[in-house]
């Protein structure tokens, strides 16, 4: 981490964090943590806490993994010296450690002033579009990203750790699923350039509507923003657009000429050059063009743009393709009614000369829309000319009663049971089928591959 490059001391670290000091040491700090087991030598361990775990119950997994110092909360003082108190290991006390952490990664990052910051929003597509920014911006300077999925009020400050004097620029997603996460997101970074992708049913449970999840997502569109890009396809455009002064850059997939080449991926073209895009569907090509319209904003060329998106490489889980003699759609990261019938109906369309089936788990965080949701991903299902289905989970029994009592002519198989779900596809698939496996995050549908790949 780039975080590392200053070794600092816990004076320095209590600075940044708005902290107190409660016990010193000579050893510096290169890495911060939040997870004993995750422990580099040198690190600071922050310890939070959450629901069903406390961080300050690992301290000294921590420190036998080399932490040289420790976050905790000022509540804890007494407790951690006097375990501690003869081992060198710093300790700084908040309030909050995940304030503190917060609040850490915010003045790290304002040493930096010269950065320019891209912020991404939205319920689906948030990080192919970040990966495609990343990518374009790579071919202007060096340019630091969310790595993997650390989106969260825990995971953006994380994130921000990479950030040194040799960024120029920062692509950062800004996920949120409850209220008041997009404000603490903004506490830490004020981007200059914020996308908003879509506003679909994802975390609907804790958020209550879409246009509470409107509302809330729309606040990376800050009072301070100098340029603001939306999806022409998102119906909630007035509501995202309130606190700013400006009509946001809207864009889709139409702006740029395009040929669907199926499995094998997109084909776009760009001053007659052609370049292809290891992508399914024109719902992940609408991500790749958000990317394009800001860097054009940002006065990057065309040039530049045919190089990054030659470099560009989508994350695992959204829409990868797994080849062998049944091939898969891994669609696995996540899953909300809008992003599984989207992908159902490319899997209606693409051309396939063997048989087309569908494993899917369920959607969770839906809340009270939970049965209406899944109800009508069975309708969906119910008019897809697909060989068969296998519904995984409690919340796709509904819709798998319904598929029963609508006499479905297909394979149809429901279980909440994982190891049934395996035994079930192991003796249906066939060399030649296409399968696509699409669920909420928690369902990991992706642990089915190896079976559905021969692989004991």
């Known amino acids: 981490m780039a975080f590392s490059n200053y070794k600092y001391g816990v004076f320095s670290i209590a600075r940044f964090a708005q902290a107190e000091v409660v016990k010193q040491t000579s050893k510096k700090i290169l890495d911060v943590a939040i997870d004993s087991r995750l422990i580099q030598k040198n690190s600071l361990f922050v310890c939070l806490e959450g629901e069903h775990f406390d961080g300050h119950n690992f301290i000294f997994d921590a420190i036998n993994k080399g932490a040289s110092a420790l976050l905790i909360k000022k509540s804890q003082i007494e407790k951690v010296l006097s375990n501690v108190k003869k081992i060198d290991v710093g300790i700084i006390a908040v309030h909050s450690t995940l304030e503190g952490l917060q609040t850490l990664a915010k003045n790290y990052i304002s040493q930096f002033p010269n950065v320019n910051y891209t912020a991404i929003t939205g319920s689906v597509g948030k990080s192919t579009t970040k990966q495609a920014v990343a990518a374009l911006l790579a071919t202007e300077g060096r340019t630091v990203y969310t790595p993997n999925n650390l989106n969260s009020e825990i995971g953006l400050p994380l994130s921000l750790f990479q950030i040194d004097e040799t960024t120029d620029f920062g692509v950062f997603e800004m996920g949120i699923d409850h209220i008041g996460e997009m404000d603490r997101h903004l506490y830490m970074l004020e981007?200059?350039?914020?996308?908003?992708?879509?506003?679909?049913?994802?975390?609907?449970?804790?958020?209550?509507?879409?246009?509470?999840?409107?509302?809330?997502?729309?606040?990376?569109?800050?009072?301070?923003?100098?340029?603001?890009?939306?999806?022409?396809?998102?119906?909630?455009?007035?509501?995202?657009?309130?606190?700013?002064?400006?009509?946001?850059?809207?864009?889709?997939?139409?702006?740029?000429?395009?040929?669907?080449?199926?499995?094998?991926?997109?084909?776009?073209?760009?001053?007659?050059?052609?370049?292809?895009?290891?992508?399914?569907?024109?719902?992940?090509?609408?991500?790749?063009?958000?990317?394009?319209?800001?860097?054009?904003?940002?006065?990057?060329?065309?040039?530049?743009?045919?190089?990054?998106?030659?470099?560009?490489?989508?994350m695992p889980g959204r829409g990868s393709i797994v080849d062998g003699s049944v091939t898969v759609i891994e669609d696995c990261y996540n899953a909300s009614p809008t992003s599984t019938n989207a992908i159902l109906n490319y899997l209606q369309r693409v051309a396939w000369s063997g048989h087309k089936k569908v494993v899917l788990g369920s959607m969770k965080e839906l809340g009270k829309n939970t049965k209406k949701a899944h109800l009508g991903i069975a309708k969906a299902l119910y008019n897809n000319k697909l060989e068969s289905a296998f519904l995984y989970g409690k919340e796709m029994e509904n819709a798998y009663y319904y598929l029963k009592k609508e006499?479905?002519?297909?394979?149809?198989?429901?279980?909440?049971?994982?190891?049934?779900?395996?035994?079930?596809?192991?003796?249906?698939?066939?060399?030649?089928?296409?399968?696509?496996?699409?669920?909420?995050?928690?369902?990991?549908?992706?642990?089915?591959?190896?079976?559905?790949?021969?692989?004991?």
């Open 191 to 314: 981007p200059n350039q914020s996308l908003i992708t879509n506003i679909a049913e994802s975390h609907i449970e804790q958020l209550g509507s879409r246009k509470k999840i409107a509302k809330e997502k729309g606040k990376i569109f800050h009072s301070n923003l100098d340029l603001a890009f939306v999806s022409k396809h998102c119906r909630y455009k007035r509501i995202l657009s309130k606190n700013i002064n400006f009509k946001p850059i809207e864009y889709s997939y139409s702006d740029v000429k395009y040929k669907d080449k199926g499995l094998l991926g997109v084909e776009i073209f760009i001053n007659n050059e052609k370049i292809n895009l290891p992508i399914i569907g024109e719902h992940l090509l609408e991500d790749i063009v958000g990317a394009i319209t800001i860097v054009k904003q940002l006065g990057l060329d065309n040039t530049q743009i045919i190089e990054g998106l030659n470099n560009f490489k989508p």
């Open 407 to 456: 006499n479905y002519q297909k394979d149809l198989f429901y279980s909440d049971n994982f190891e049934e779900l395996c035994n079930a596809a192991d003796k249906n698939k066939r060399d030649g089928d296409l399968f696509l496996l699409k669920g909420s995050r928690a369902m990991a549908i992706e642990r089915l591959i190896p079976t559905l790949q021969g692989v004991k």
